[in-house]
């Protein structure tokens, strides 16, 4: 079945610091990948998804990049701020029901 | 305008009993899907039901059950519950049977003892 690697499984970065975190599938099938922000005690929160017919995709400060043919999406977030500390998901779906999720990265901004 | 909703918050039991953890999805929304979290991993798919009936279901025991109410909201039952069970469990919805943005409620955590 499909599985999600994501490295790194923590990442400390100075504030205004821009951040990276990848993660890798291995069904190629895969055609929808969003990413999830969690902070302490609270619900994940969608913050950007991606399709398979887009290659990059931005909101402000956050940007998603997928490359179909390695199998691997990335999250970028510029210019750091301390409420940007959290846990960040990637995931992916082949369109089916469900979405198969990373292991997570515990982010840090440090002021 | 209310996101997703879960009830219980929390909720203690002993091995062995039963649980039900309910679901209200957004207004509008067709689908809810459930997915257990334990601490310190991504969460991971149980089932997903649209329009009262079960279209996915994921690498779970039969002890996990679930249902879809006319109103869209939905129950998960853990049938004797073991202590693997402790766990944070989520509720999200969508407007369709496909996996695509998904949103999660707050979810309820379980602890078994």
């Known amino acids: 079945g499909e599985n999600v690697e994501q490295h790194p499984s923590t990442l400390s970065v100075q504030e205004g610091d821009s951040a990276v975190i990848k993660c890798t599938y291995s069904?190629?099938?895969?055609?929808?990948f969003p990413w999830y922000k969690q902070e302490l005690g609270k619900r994940p929160q969608l913050i950007i998804d991606?399709?398979?017919?887009?290659g990059e995709k931005k909101d402000q400060r956050i940007a998603v990049t997928l490359n179909k043919t390695a199998k691997h999406f990335s999250l970028h977030i510029t210019e750091t701020q301390p409420e940007d500390s959290a846990v960040y998901f990637c995931a992916a779906s082949t369109g089916a029901q469900k979405l198969v999720f990373g292991q997570g990265t515990r982010l840090t901004i440090n002021p | 305008d209310a996101g997703v909703t879960q009830s219980p918050t929390h909720l203690i039991k002993t091995r062995g009993q039963q649980v039900t953890l309910r679901c209200s999805p957004i207004?509008?929304?067709?689908?809810v899907s459930w997915y257990q979290q334990v601490l310190g991993q991504g969460p991971q798919f149980i089932f997903q039901?649209?329009?009262?009936?079960?279209?996915g279901r994921g690498n779970f025991p039969d002890r996990f059950s679930a249902r879809q109410f006319p109103n869209y909201s939905s129950e998960l039952n853990v049938n004797a519950l073991l202590l693997g069970d402790s766990a944070l469990y989520l509720c999200?919805?969508?407007?369709?049977?496909?996996?695509?943005?998904?949103?999660f409620g707050p979810g309820t955590r379980l602890t078994v003892t």
């Open positions: 991606i399709r398979s017919n887009v």
């Open positions: 999200a919805s969508s407007l369709r049977t496909r996996a695509y943005e998904q949103y």
């Open positions: 207004s509008g929304h067709k689908s």
């Open positions: 069904d190629s099938a895969s055609n929808y």
């Open positions: 039901y649209y329009e009262k009936e079960e279209r």
